[in-house]
Structure formats: C-alpha cells, structure tokens
C-alpha cells in the first residue's frame, strides 16, 4: 500500500475538514459554510463514506489532500507531508518532488540564520549597537528579544554567507534562500547593517525575514523577496503566536513588527501584522481560519488613507465583523502608544469603532458639514459606502445618524444611500476587479496625463546609474495610484542589489499577474518617438522634469488638504494648529513656484 493509501485509510475525512469547518450531520453526510466563498446558507457537503467534499455553490471538490491543499494555500507535496505527520505515516524519498526538498533546504538554511543573527544581537560584541537600540530605544525586554528570536546582521558584506557555507551550503543555496544577493562582483549578505525579524509560519519554521536599519540606510525595512516558501501577499506577522487569542478576541491588525511585539510584551496578544504589502485577500483568508472578528488598527498619520477603506472594503466582502481603531495623538503609533499609556493602549482596542462609524468621523473631519458644499462633499464621499449595506436597520440607523450630523431631512438622506452608485468617493476603494481593471488601463494612458507611469516607464529604459540617481527621490506619498505604487516599491527592492545593469524579469518576481502585466506594458511603452532615448543628457533630464511635475502634483493635494484642516482649526479656535498649519503650508507654496 503507498503511502497516499496509507494516509487515507488512517484519516477520516469528516475529521479532518471538521477540524476547519464546524459541520453537522446530514443523513449520512455532513454539512457546513463553504471555506472557499462567502456562504450564508450551507452548501458545503461532506461524505464520510466517499471520503470526498463537494461545495453546491461553488463547485470545488475533492478528497482530503485537495481540501487542504486550498485552505492552506499549499502544493501537494507540503499537503502530503502535513497529512502524514497527522496520520503518523512515513514517507519514502519517492514520495517528494525536488521542490519539497528545496523547501526544505530553505527553511534549514532560514533557521540557522535566524538562530546566527540572534547570537550576533545577545553575544558577540558586532551585536552591541543593535541590542542598545532594541532595549534602550525601543524598549524590548531580554524575554521579548528571545521570545521572537530578533537578530542583527552586522554591516558588513559576507559575514553570514562565510557561516553558512562552512555549514555545508552552496553559494546558489543561499541565493534560492533569498538570505544573500547578487552584487556586481560576486554575492554579499542582502541584510546588512541591520535589525532582523525572523518571519515564522503558523508551523513554527522560518520562512524569511524583515531587516530594519539602524544606520539610516535606504529603503528603511527589507524583505525576503519571494521564495518557494515566502509569499508575502499570503504571510501575517506574529500569527504564529497569536492565533490562539485570535480565536478568543479575535484579531486587531496593525501596520508593522514593532507594533506587534510591543503588544504582545504589553500583554495584548491578539495583534498581528501584513509585513510589506498592502493588505491582500490571501492573508485575510488565512485570517479568517481562526475569527470573523477583525479590528484594524491604524496610526494617526494614516487614519484616512485609501488604505483603510480598501481593506475594511475587502474585509467586508469575506464576511468578517469590522472595526476601526485609531492610534490617539500625540503618539504616532501603537508601539509608542503601548511603552506611554497602556492602559489606554488597551482602551484603545476596547472602544474601537464600527467601521461605518469611522467612515462618518473621516468623512467629518476632512470637511465642513456646515456649510452646503461640505456636506455635499461628505455625502458624495458617504454614499457610495452606505449603499452597500443590505441590511436594513443598519441602512435606516446610519442615515438618521448622518442626517442628524449634517442637519438635513432622514428621508433624503436615506433615499440616497439606497441608491446603486458606481460614482467612485475621493478615496481609492478598490475591490480587486478594480484594481486589475486599473492595472489594465493604466498603460493605456500617456505621458501628458499619467506622469508616475510615464516616470517608471523611462527610468526602465535608463541605465541603472540614473536610475538609482532617480528612484529614491520619489517617495510613497508622491503616488496617486496604489498599483503603480504596489510595483514602485518592488522596483526599489531591486535596485537595493548592487547590480550592473538591468532586467526586468527579476522586478517582476515579486509582483501579482496583474501588476507584471502593466510592468511589461510600461516596459514596452513606445517613447522612442519623443527624444533619442540613447541620450543620457536627455533622458536624465526628461526623468528630473517628470519629477518634479509629480512632486508638484502631490504638493498641490496635500496644499488642498492642509488647507481644508486651517478651516477646521479656525472654527474650533485652535490658533496654535493654525499657524503650524499654515508654516506646512508656505513651504508647500514655495515648491509650487
């Protein structure tokens, strides 16, 4: 018997599936919500006899190792190793594919890195800077620096890559592991001058890892790129030791790696984190194993970003319960928040808000409801995201709610948020259609309307001196469209390898089919018609007026901005944000001359 037979005989069916989904006998089936779609009504069957699964609505189907090859997001070869541990099978070599194996080199390779970088932080003297900077800046205590198995990478260029070969690896083996990259002359450590935050899976291996940097070093954080066993559209951080909260408190999801270790050493440990990315279906399907109960947690400087309401949007879409909590001022983030006030840390978390009720309170402090284009602009921002609500009590509570804000009739509030509208609010709220449909499109416009492509579409076709030369001086906040600034950010991760030149496929491997769709469509726009693009003079010189058109574009955004928040602080006779406001804004003025 193989040992695929041996497993399934070993393996209810019923059992396993019962063990993510609650199901309830049927006559001689069992049933449940389908995992794999939004279900209100049960249409998800289990056969104990057939040992097989078939969902009516959606039609996936299968057996236990496609079952939990999907919910796990996993190949066949991890699914079957999973389900043989469970099952207490031994496998045969025969029964791995060469990538398993890989995969298992990798994570080898991650845990001794870890387990290296953690020895540098606590015991050697390369390490001292970095652990004065965890504990004496950050506040982390001995336990906490254990507990997460944080490290340092030393700022040099082969410290690791000279342990981990005389630990039997090859120099192509680090480079699949992603822990080392390739430089002009040879490889060198890509985590240099570092913090290290090991990234831990839900099975407790190490899959990659974040680097912070203490020597003000660009870019700020560094990822593991993706790997066999990294995919960070598809990773939280801190779920491995939070996921038994989650399922008590459900979870709160916040910005970065400090913020979740400062929680969790302030005893709330139900927060967790999407390292790197924009908040992704991937990681709240993974979520969504363990609760339905989702608070996100923002930093001050943020609260209204396109941001939020793209994830409470996805959010919603998956059926989670939805809140919104925003890191009170002074303090600019949980983490500050947590080591300051942690009583009112907790506070915070207690009293977070209903998404729809931050919907309002944004929509109120960006605008003045007292005066008839205020309130039309909050109702144009308002509508789009009140007609979705289905549920009736809820429509009727908001529109009184909204009505009594902005001193207008219920009625004409309420029949226009029953109203089906495509009109998008001021914000960028996509669902993911609309972010490919977006993708798509973009190539489709030209340099005289679309500067950030027309920008990333030359500097592709510059050599990478002028690039680098270019590249850092647009930052995130330049970006008007958050798929261009999804592929920006995968750009500048490349450009950190100390490479001689250019290629576009190794941009594209850590991007979406969506975005290496429109990298190629920006890579292959005609530009050839407007300069000699083999003019260095000229090129430079068309990317630094490109520049300046963007930085301008975003300048005068946020000149509308501050100058919406002076009115608000006029009328609440707040002097002081006024003329701190409005220094803000004549440096602004200077760069729009």
């Known amino acids: 018997m193989d040992s695929i037979s041996q497993i399934k005989q070993v393996l209810n069916i019923v059992d396993v599936v019962g063990s993510y989904v609650s199901l309830k006998k049927s006559g001689r089936n069992y049933k449940g919500l389908c995992p794999f779609h939004t279900d209100h009504n049960p249409s998800f069957m289990v056969s104990q006899e057939l040992q097989i699964y078939k969902c009516f609505v959606c039609n996936d189907g299968g057996d236990i190792f496609k079952f939990v090859q999907k919910i796990e997001g996993i190949d066949f070869s991890t699914a079957l190793e999973q389900l043989a541990e469970r099952a207490g099978v031994k496998l045969e070599k025969t029964d791995f594919d060469p990538l398993t194996q890989t995969k298992k080199k990798i994570v080898l390779i991650n845990e001794l890195t870890a387990k290296f970088y953690h020895y540098l932080l606590v015991e050697h003297a390369s390490g001292k800077v970095g652990l ?3 504990k004496n800046q950050r506040g982390l205590k001995d336990e906490t620096i254990k507990d997460w198995q944080l490290g340092f990478a030393p700022d040099t260029f082969d410290t690791l890559k ?16 992603g822990v080392i990259s390739q430089s002009y002359n040879g490889t060198i450590d890509k985590f240099r001058g570092r913090i290290i935050f090991p990234f831990t899976g839900i099975d407790g291996k190490i899959l990659g890892f974040n680097g912070r940097t203490i020597f003000n070093k660009d870019p700020k954080y560094l990822n593991t790129a993706e790997t066999p ?3 960070k559209s598809s990773f939280i951080y801190g779920l491995d030791k939070a996921r038994v909260n ?6 709160v999801l916040v910005e970065g790696q400090m913020d979740v270790i400062s929680a969790h050493q302030g005893g709330i440990c139900n927060v967790v984190a999407a390292t790197g990315t924009a908040l992704t279906e991937g990681q709240l399907t993974l979520l969504s194993r363990y609760t339905t109960e989702i608070t996100f947690c923002f930093d001050s400087d943020s609260a209204g970003s396109a941001a939020v309401y793209r994830a409470v949007d996805m959010a919603e879409k998956m059926n989670f319960n939805i809140k919104v909590s925003i890191i009170p001022k002074p303090y600019k983030d949980l983490d500050e928040l947590v080591k300051n006030d942690l009583v009112h840390a907790k506070d915070t978390f207690n009293n977070a808000m209903p998404a729809y009720d931050f919907f309002l309170l944004d929509a109120l402090k960006k605008n003045d409801k007292h005066t008839a284009l205020g309130k039309k602009v909050i109702i144009d921002e308002l509508t789009p995201l009140f007609s979705k609500l289905s549920n009736v009590v809820l429509l009727e509570h908001y529109a009184k709610k909204v009505a009594n804000e902005l001193d207008l009739a219920e009625e004409t509030v309420l029949s226009l948020f029953k109203k089906t509208t495509t009109t998008p609010p001021s914000f960028e709220s996509r669902s993911d259609d609309r ?5 798509h499109n973009i190539a489709k416009i030209d340099y005289k309307t679309h500067p950030e492509g027309y920008l990333i579409a030359l500097l592709f076709k510059a050599n990478i001196d002028i690039q680098r030369d270019i590249a850092y001086k647009l930052h995130a906040e330049d970006f008007e469209n958050s798929v261009l600034l999804s592929i920006y950010n995968s750009y500048l991760e490349y450009l950190q390898k100390d490479t001689k030149s250019f290629n576009i496929k190794s941009v594209e491997k850590s991007l979406s089919d969506e975005e290496k769709e429109l990298v190629e469509e920006l890579y292959l726009w005609d530009l050839d018609g407007r300069f000699d693009l083999e003019n260095t003079e000229k090129l430079a010189s068309e990317l630094e007026s490109t520049l300046k058109r963007i930085k301008k574009d975003a300048a ?3 000149l509308k901005e501050l100058t919406e928040k002076i009115k608000l602080a006029e009328l609440g006779n707040d002097f002081e944000q006024v003329e701190k406001l409005s220094k803000k804004v004549e440096r602004l003025k200077k760069l729009l001359i």
């Open 162 to 177: 000279r342990f981990l070969l005389k630990h039997g690896y090859t120099e192509q083996e680090l480079l699949e592991s």
């Open 246 to 251: 989650i399922k008590k408190e459900g979870v």
């Open 132 to 134: 004065e900077y965890l």
């Open 556 to 558: 005068k955004t946020t």
């Open 229 to 231: 066993v990294f995919h």
């Open 435 to 439: 972010f490919k449909e977006e993708a």
